[in-house]
């Protein structure tokens, strides 16, 4: 195995091993919450940006990279809850358009107070300010794709607009 092949495995399990303790922090403290899990907030906010206009389900899932089968369950729970509704789409008799409801904008809200601080626990609190800058430099190179396939200068020389984004609150 080569060195770049070395250092490429130890970022690429690093990388891993950091979600999944951020993931297990913030998981863990909405659990002790009674808040519902973390993937309901992100079908939540989703709606909730969707506005008037709602969303279809194809929309969430490409929004949420979620399979099929693993969306349209979660979404029925998301509805047994109260937290959503579906409607007839009018421009497409077979599909339908989901909406938060009030109670759906309130639970939202109530998991963010939560979530916010969560992220500050596993991720904020163990990094100086320098060091968040230059992680988040770093994860935005990492999300950027090459040019074409075997152009990496492209995902080196570009800066991917995440980089600037925030989480809504």
């Excluded at 495995?9 to 922090?25: E, F, S, V, Y």
């Excluded at 979404?75 to 409607?87: F, M, V």
């Excluded at 060091?131 to 991917?160: F, I, N, T, W, Y």
Aim: glycine residues 8%.
């Amino acid at each position: 195995m080569s060195e770049t092949t070395d250092i490429n495995q130890a970022i690429w399990i690093g990388l891993a091993k950091a979600h999944k303790a951020a993931l297990a922090t913030i998981e863990s403290r909405l659990k002790q919450a009674d808040m519902p899990p973390l993937e309901w907030y992100d079908v939540l906010l989703e709606l909730e940006r969707a506005g008037a206009t709602g969303a279809r389900a194809f929309e969430l899932r490409e929004k949420l990279l979620l399979p099929q089968y693993g969306l349209s369950r979660l979404l029925a729970r998301i509805e047994n809850a109260g937290y959503i509704t579906r409607r007839p789409c009018e421009d497409d008799g077979r599909g339908q358009r989901l909406f938060i409801t009030p109670s759906g904008k309130a639970i939202r809200k109530a998991i963010w107070a939560v979530y916010g601080k969560a992220i500050k626990q596993a991720i904020g609190g163990r990094l100086i300010q320098s060091d968040a800058d230059m992680l988040l430099r770093l994860m935005a190179l990492l999300q950027c794709q090459p040019d074409s396939e075997g152009d990496e200068d492209g995902a080196k020389a570009a800066v991917h607009p995440s980089a600037n984004r925030r989480i809504a609150r």
